[in-house]
């Protein structure tokens, strides 16, 4: 059964769930929805132990913090911030004073001397729209035109249970429409690989149902898709689980999946209004006071719990904000060693592959990757 409600409650209580901030924010009708603009369809789905992985061991030495090193105004003072309170969890790098501010050459640096090799990425719609991935908000977006013919009173009603209990077609709709093959990951997929691939990256956060983390290669067990996936399933009856491929030919078909146990009608695992956070969300108590840096790309960062989680790692921890604008804490609660790529998402994430010098490998990845799909 997982943990209990109490626990979830607990959690939520802690992040901020619901209760969430700013206050402006709040009041907008169901939260989820707000940020599901992108979606799609992974592979497969390795579940892994959570359990074992969530005692934040470092976290207890943060008392012994080493917070002078931020307060050097030299670019050796920043990387010593970086890496030493990376080890030690220093907690004396506070805003607006000391240090000077980091630039996006200064963090490809620290990546590029390890002085940063315990990354923390956080993504959400604006990774996906770049690869064709209608934004659900939208209305006249492909997807939105698409699901008025299954008479949805509102569009959120397609993540809604009663709704999906009265007529759940809508939603196959949608689990068609993301099966793998569909929709190809992008730059920003594909750099988030190539950390993967340099042992950089400690875990990717996705708010995105649209698979493309997966279908980049990066492995599950890298993954925290918090919104859910569609690459297992629940019977909504018996809870017996399915892996995706189990109901494909169903949904391709234009059938609804049903269990053939119970008859139950089969569920993806995309988490719906009012449901607990997948398991594996759990592991950001272990991640984020690990993470040296945190990358933050295309996400509005208004939605619990990827808002809280944005100020969940370290203070001396440089954050990195890939995006449009400037938003949730980097707009009201900046650090001064907060750095903002603004404009064209797959523009800023090619600034920071150019500093990194990335530039080679990653076209060679993707034209590998591609003449692969192809086959
Ligand atoms: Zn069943």
């Not at 619901?18 to 369809?41: D, E, H, N, Q, T």
């Not at 398991?279 to 006071?289: E, G, K, S, T, V």
């Amino acid at each position: 059964m997982g943990p209990g409600r109490a626990a979830w409650n607990t959690l939520g209580t802690a992040l901020g769930l619901a209760r969430g901030k700013p206050a402006a924010l709040r009041g907008r009708g169901p939260p989820w929805l707000r940020v599901w603009g992108s979606l799609g369809a992974p592979r497969s789905l390795s579940s892994g132990s959570v359990r074992g992985q969530l005692v934040p061991e470092r976290s207890a030495r943060g008392a012994a913090g080493n917070g002078s090193g931020s307060r050097q105004p030299n670019f050796l003072g920043k990387k010593r911030d970086c890496l030493f309170s990376g080890i030690f969890g220093g907690s004396g790098a506070g805003d607006g004073h000391g240090g000077e501010k980091l630039s996006l050459q200064d963090i490809a640096e620290l990546i590029q001397t390890k002085a940063c090799q315990r990354v923390v990425v956080m993504v959400g719609a604006g990774i996906s729209t770049p690869s064709g991935i209608p934004d659900f908000r939208s209305p006249g977006s492909g997807l939105y035109s698409n699901l008025e013919q299954y008479d949805l009173p509102y569009p959120e009603a397609i993540f809604e249970l009663d709704f999906f209990f009265h007529n759940p077609k809508p939603f196959f709709a949608l689990a068609k429409e993301l099966y793998p093959g569909n929709y190809r990951p992008n730059l920003a997929h594909y750099f988030l690989r190539l950390l993967h691939d340099k042992g950089l990256l400690l875990r990717l956060y996705t708010q995105n149902i649209d698979g493309l983390e997966r279908a980049a290669g990066i492995p599950a067990t890298k993954l925290v898709e918090a919104h859910g996936t569609f690459a297992s399933a629940t019977c909504t009856i018996c809870r017996q689980s399915f892996s995706g491929e189990e109901f494909r030919v169903d949904v391709m078909a234009d059938r609804i999946p049903r269990c053939p146990i119970c008859m139950g009608v089969i569920k993806p695992d995309i988490i719906f209004f009012g449901e607990q956070l997948p398991q594996r969300f759990f592991l950001h108590m272990a991640d984020f006071p690990m993470a040296d840096l945190l990358i933050i790309i295309g996400t509005s960062l208004e939605v619990e719990p990827f808002a809280s989680l944005s100020e969940a790692s370290r203070r001396s921890v440089p954050r990195v904000l890939i995006n449009r604008e400037l938003v949730g804490p980097f707009a009201w609660r900046p650090r001064h060693n907060d750095v903002a790529q603004l404009g064209d998402i797959i523009g800023g994430v090619e600034r920071l592959v150019k500093a990194l010098g990335w530039t080679k490998e990653i076209q060679d990845l993707m034209q590998r990757e591609t003449s692969q799909d192809a086959l």
